[in-house]
Nanobody, 115 residues
Framework: QVQLVESGGGLVQPGGSLRLSCAAS????????MSWHRQAPGKERELIAY????????NYADSVKGRFTISRDNAKNTVYLQMNSLKPEDTARYYC????????WGQGTQVTVSS
């Protein structure tokens, strides 16, 4: 069974940091491009960070550029999202996605930035 499981979400104060993890049970995880998306209430799900299958290239949405960093450890079948300088507008449910021949989504983890 294929499964993506996000973890690391929670409540954090503005200016704080959080590190999300996505553990993937995928055959040949190293062939999948991975990405993080988020969805706030009443808004469309948006792509915020992307990393190639080998980890040689990344890109980010303007809203998180300079604050968030996506990385992957293919030996651990895990992708990460380091989030720094968090703002209330970062509050959303964060989802992990894997792309190769078929696309897989995780169920998400909630991030709430509030004082």
């Amino acid at each position: 069974q294929v499964q993506l499981v996000e973890s690391g979400g929670g409540l954090v104060q503005p200016g704080g940091s959080l590190r999300l993890s996505c553990a993937a049970s995928l055959f040949r995880f190293g062939r999948y491009a991975m990405s993080w998306h988020r969805q706030a209430p009443g808004k469309e799900r948006e792509l915020i960070a992307y990393i190639t299958s080998t980890g040689d290239s990344t890109n980010y949405a303007d809203s998180v550029k300079g604050r968030f960093t996506i990385s992957r450890d293919n030996a651990k079948n895990t992708v990460y999202l380091q989030m720094n300088s968090l703002k209330p507008e970062d509050t959303a449910r964060y989802y992990c996605k894997a792309d190769y021949i078929v696309t897989y989504w995780g169920q998400g983890t909630q991030v709430t930035v509030s004082s």
